[in-house]
Protein backbone atom coordinates (compact mmCIF):
# COMPACT_ATOMS: atom_id res chain seq x y z
CA UNK A 1 0.00 0.00 0.00
CA UNK A 2 1.39 3.45 -1.15
CA UNK A 3 -0.29 6.01 1.27
CA UNK A 4 -0.57 9.59 -0.19
CA UNK A 5 -0.28 7.95 -3.59
CA UNK A 6 -0.68 11.65 -5.17
CA UNK A 7 -1.20 10.94 -8.81
CA UNK A 8 -0.60 7.30 -8.57
CA UNK A 9 1.90 6.99 -10.96
CA UNK A 10 4.53 5.13 -8.36
CA UNK A 11 1.45 2.82 -8.02
CA UNK A 12 0.79 2.11 -12.23
CA UNK A 13 5.17 1.39 -12.41
CA UNK A 14 5.33 -0.70 -9.42
CA UNK A 15 2.88 -3.11 -10.19
CA UNK A 16 3.98 -2.72 -13.45
CA UNK A 17 7.50 -3.99 -12.12
CA UNK A 18 6.15 -6.43 -9.20
CA UNK A 19 3.40 -8.32 -12.00
CA UNK A 20 2.38 -10.90 -9.36
CA UNK A 21 2.13 -7.94 -6.54
CA UNK A 22 -1.41 -6.40 -5.76
CA UNK A 23 0.04 -2.19 -5.39
CA UNK A 24 -2.72 -0.23 -3.32
CA UNK A 25 -2.53 3.70 -3.76
CA UNK A 26 -4.24 5.70 -1.68
CA UNK A 27 -4.43 9.19 -1.22
CA UNK A 28 -7.24 12.02 0.66
CA UNK A 29 -7.74 13.55 -2.91
CA UNK A 30 -9.28 11.43 -4.76
CA UNK A 31 -9.19 13.78 -7.83
CA UNK A 32 -5.02 13.39 -8.19
CA UNK A 33 -6.19 9.58 -8.51
CA UNK A 34 -8.63 9.66 -11.52
CA UNK A 35 -6.08 9.48 -13.94
CA UNK A 36 -4.13 7.01 -13.09
CA UNK A 37 -6.95 4.88 -12.44
CA UNK A 38 -8.36 5.02 -15.48
CA UNK A 39 -5.42 3.80 -17.07
CA UNK A 40 -4.86 1.04 -14.72
CA UNK A 41 -8.48 -0.06 -16.00
CA UNK A 42 -7.68 -0.52 -19.57
CA UNK A 43 -7.51 -3.40 -21.54
CA UNK A 44 -3.98 -4.99 -20.99
CA UNK A 45 -2.73 -4.53 -24.66
CA UNK A 46 -3.69 -0.73 -24.03
CA UNK A 47 -1.75 -0.10 -21.04
CA UNK A 48 -3.93 -1.65 -18.13
CA UNK A 49 -2.30 -2.43 -15.10
CA UNK A 50 -4.77 -5.31 -13.18
CA UNK A 51 -2.82 -5.47 -10.34
CA UNK A 52 -3.01 -1.53 -9.64
CA UNK A 53 -5.99 -0.55 -7.64
CA UNK A 54 -6.51 2.89 -6.19
CA UNK A 55 -8.49 4.40 -3.29
CA UNK A 56 -9.93 7.49 -1.46
CA UNK A 57 -8.86 6.91 1.96
CA UNK A 58 -7.43 9.87 4.31
CA UNK A 59 -5.39 9.26 7.38
CA UNK A 60 -8.09 10.30 9.55
CA UNK A 61 -9.64 7.58 8.35
CA UNK A 62 -7.68 4.76 7.98
CA UNK A 63 -7.87 1.82 7.95
CA UNK A 64 -11.24 1.81 6.87
CA UNK A 65 -11.63 -1.34 4.51
CA UNK A 66 -8.01 -2.07 4.12
CA UNK A 67 -7.11 -3.42 7.93
CA UNK A 68 -4.88 -5.85 8.03
CA UNK A 69 -3.90 -5.87 5.01
CA UNK A 70 -0.55 -4.67 3.50
CA UNK A 71 2.66 -6.81 3.39
CA UNK A 72 4.75 -3.65 2.27
CA UNK A 73 3.32 0.11 3.85
CA UNK A 74 5.08 3.45 1.43
CA UNK A 75 4.61 7.04 2.85
CA UNK A 76 6.75 9.05 -0.23
CA UNK A 77 6.91 12.52 0.50
CA UNK A 78 3.77 13.27 2.13
CA UNK A 79 2.86 16.80 2.97
CA UNK A 80 -0.58 18.08 5.37
CA UNK A 81 -1.34 16.11 8.57
CA UNK A 82 0.15 12.91 6.69
CA UNK A 83 3.38 14.55 7.32
CA UNK A 84 3.11 15.81 10.63
CA UNK A 85 2.07 12.47 11.43
CA UNK A 86 5.03 10.74 10.14
CA UNK A 87 7.96 13.30 10.95
CA UNK A 88 5.98 13.13 14.54
CA UNK A 89 5.79 9.52 14.80
CA UNK A 90 2.16 10.40 15.99
CA UNK A 91 -0.90 9.73 15.19
CA UNK A 92 -0.13 6.53 13.01
CA UNK A 93 -2.58 4.04 14.45
CA UNK A 94 -4.54 3.93 11.39
CA UNK A 95 -1.53 3.14 9.43
CA UNK A 96 -0.36 0.69 11.66
CA UNK A 97 -3.87 -1.02 11.02
CA UNK A 98 -3.45 -1.03 7.79
CA UNK A 99 -0.42 -3.66 7.97
CA UNK A 100 -0.29 -7.46 8.95
CA UNK A 101 2.04 -8.35 11.43
CA UNK A 102 5.39 -7.55 10.68
CA UNK A 103 4.91 -6.20 7.50
CA UNK A 104 7.95 -3.35 6.12
CA UNK A 105 7.35 0.02 6.03
CA UNK A 106 9.25 2.94 4.28
CA UNK A 107 8.46 6.43 4.74
CA UNK A 108 10.49 8.92 3.64
CA UNK A 109 9.86 12.70 4.30
CA UNK A 110 11.50 15.79 4.07
CA UNK A 111 10.97 19.83 4.78
CA UNK A 112 12.58 22.95 5.18
CA UNK A 113 10.93 24.21 8.42
CA UNK A 114 10.83 27.62 8.12
CA UNK A 115 10.12 27.27 4.06
CA UNK A 116 7.55 24.76 3.53
CA UNK A 117 3.87 25.84 4.36
CA UNK A 118 2.76 23.30 7.03
CA UNK A 119 6.46 22.50 8.21
CA UNK A 120 6.57 24.81 10.82
CA UNK A 121 6.54 23.33 14.15
CA UNK A 122 7.40 20.02 13.28
CA UNK A 123 10.38 18.59 15.24
CA UNK A 124 14.22 19.06 13.66
CA UNK A 125 15.05 15.54 11.37
CA UNK A 126 18.01 15.23 12.92
CA UNK A 127 16.98 14.07 16.15
CA UNK A 128 17.14 10.39 14.26
CA UNK A 129 17.20 8.53 18.15
CA UNK A 130 14.00 10.78 19.29
CA UNK A 131 11.79 9.87 16.11
CA UNK A 132 12.94 6.33 16.53
CA UNK A 133 11.65 6.05 19.92
CA UNK A 134 8.13 7.84 19.27
CA UNK A 135 7.83 4.66 16.33
CA UNK A 136 8.70 2.50 18.86
CA UNK A 137 6.01 3.86 21.19
CA UNK A 138 3.16 3.71 18.36
CA UNK A 139 4.01 -0.05 17.42
CA UNK A 140 6.91 0.41 14.51
CA UNK A 141 10.67 -0.48 14.94
CA UNK A 142 12.34 1.47 12.67
CA UNK A 143 15.58 3.02 11.61
CA UNK A 144 15.65 6.59 10.71
CA UNK A 145 18.56 7.37 8.37
CA UNK A 146 19.09 10.80 6.03
CA UNK A 147 18.69 10.52 2.15
CA UNK A 148 19.98 12.66 -0.51
CA UNK A 149 18.51 13.95 -2.97
CA UNK A 150 19.93 12.34 -5.42
CA UNK A 151 18.21 9.08 -3.27
CA UNK A 152 14.91 11.41 -3.42
CA UNK A 153 15.16 11.48 -6.78
CA UNK A 154 15.59 7.87 -7.62
CA UNK A 155 12.20 7.35 -5.60
CA UNK A 156 10.50 8.46 -8.72
CA UNK A 157 7.33 9.79 -7.79
CA UNK A 158 6.30 12.95 -9.46
CA UNK A 159 7.13 14.61 -6.51
CA UNK A 160 10.35 13.41 -6.01
CA UNK A 161 11.54 14.98 -9.23
CA UNK A 162 9.93 18.43 -8.18
CA UNK A 163 11.75 18.23 -5.11
CA UNK A 164 15.12 16.61 -5.59
CA UNK A 165 15.37 20.10 -8.45
CA UNK A 166 14.01 22.30 -6.10
CA UNK A 167 16.62 25.53 -4.79
CA UNK A 168 14.91 25.41 -1.48
CA UNK A 169 17.40 23.04 1.18
CA UNK A 170 15.46 20.83 2.70
CA UNK A 171 16.80 18.15 4.80
CA UNK A 172 15.61 14.47 4.18
CA UNK A 173 14.99 11.26 5.63
CA UNK A 174 13.62 7.91 5.44
CA UNK A 175 12.32 5.95 8.18
CA UNK A 176 12.79 1.90 7.54
CA UNK A 177 11.69 -1.17 9.47
CA UNK A 178 8.50 -2.63 10.55
CA UNK A 179 5.32 -3.25 12.63
CA UNK A 180 5.91 -4.77 15.86
CA UNK A 181 3.98 -8.34 15.85
C1 LIG B 1 3.49 16.02 -1.95
S1 LIG B 1 2.24 14.89 -2.35
C2 LIG B 1 3.20 13.41 -2.65
C3 LIG B 1 2.48 12.44 -3.52
C4 LIG B 1 3.29 11.21 -3.92
N1 LIG B 1 3.56 10.34 -2.78
C5 LIG B 1 4.56 11.59 -4.63
O1 LIG B 1 5.65 11.41 -4.06
O2 LIG B 1 4.47 12.08 -5.78
C6 LIG B 1 1.52 14.56 -0.74
C7 LIG B 1 0.23 13.77 -0.80
O3 LIG B 1 -0.19 13.51 0.55
C8 LIG B 1 -1.60 13.51 0.54
N2 LIG B 1 -2.09 13.71 1.92
C9 LIG B 1 -1.86 14.76 2.72
N3 LIG B 1 -2.49 14.59 3.90
C10 LIG B 1 -3.13 13.40 3.83
C11 LIG B 1 -3.94 12.67 4.75
N4 LIG B 1 -4.24 13.14 5.96
N5 LIG B 1 -4.41 11.46 4.35
C12 LIG B 1 -4.10 10.97 3.12
N6 LIG B 1 -3.35 11.62 2.21
C13 LIG B 1 -2.87 12.83 2.57
C14 LIG B 1 -1.96 14.66 -0.38
O4 LIG B 1 -3.29 14.59 -0.85
C15 LIG B 1 -0.91 14.51 -1.48
O5 LIG B 1 -1.39 13.76 -2.57
Known sequence: VDFGTGDGSFVLRTARR????????????????????RRALAKPARGGVANALFGVLALEQAPGELVGLADELTVLLPWGSLLAAVARGEALGGLRELCRPDARVCFVLGYA?????????LPDLDDAAGLERAYREAGFTVVVRPVTRNDVRALGT???????????????VAVRGRVRR
Open 18 to 37: RPDTLVVGVDANGAGLAEAS
Open 113 to 121: AELDPGAAG
Open 158 to 172: TWAQKLAFSPVPRRF
